[in-house]
C-alpha cells in the first residue's frame, strides 16, 4: 500500500501541472462556442483547482496495476471507478454537465463505453508485445 500511495503522488504532481492547460484548452473551447464570454474569478480559481485535481487523479490512478496483489480485470475496474468519480465530481462542480439524470446517464455512458474500448485496446496490443516476447524466449 505504501509503494501504492507513493507512486499514485508522484505520477498525480507530474500530470497536475498540466491541469491549468488543459482548463484553458477547455475554456478556450467553450468561449469559442459562445458558451462564455467572460469567467468571474471564483469561476477562474474554481476550474484551475479542480482541474489539477483531476489531472492528479487520473494520472496517479494508473499507480493501481502497481500492486501486485491485484488482478488485471480488478486493477482495471478500481482505475475506472477513480476516474469516473474524478471526472463526474469535476464536470458537476463546474457546472459542465447538468446535475440531472439524463445528463449523468449519458456522461456515464460515454465514460464506460471510452474507458472500455481504451483499455481493451491497451490490453490487446500489450497481450500481442508479450506473447511475442514470450515465443521469442522460448524458441
Known sequence: ???????????????????????????????????????????????ILTVTLLAFIAAGSGAVYKVERLSVFAAALIQGALLYCDYLLIYLLNGWLKSQAVPVAIFSGCFVAGYLIIWLIVYNVTKKSTDKLNSQLNA
Open 1 to 47: 500500500m505504501k509503494m501504492f500511495a507513493k507512486e499514485f503522488f508522484k505520477r498525480g504532481l507530474v500530470a497536475a501541472a498540466g491541469g491549468p492547460v488543459v482548463l484553458a484548452i477547455v475554456y478556450a473551447i467553450l468561449g469559442a462556442r459562445g458558451v462564455i464570454s467572460t469567467l468571474s474569478v471564483q469561476a477562474v480559481c474554481t476550474g
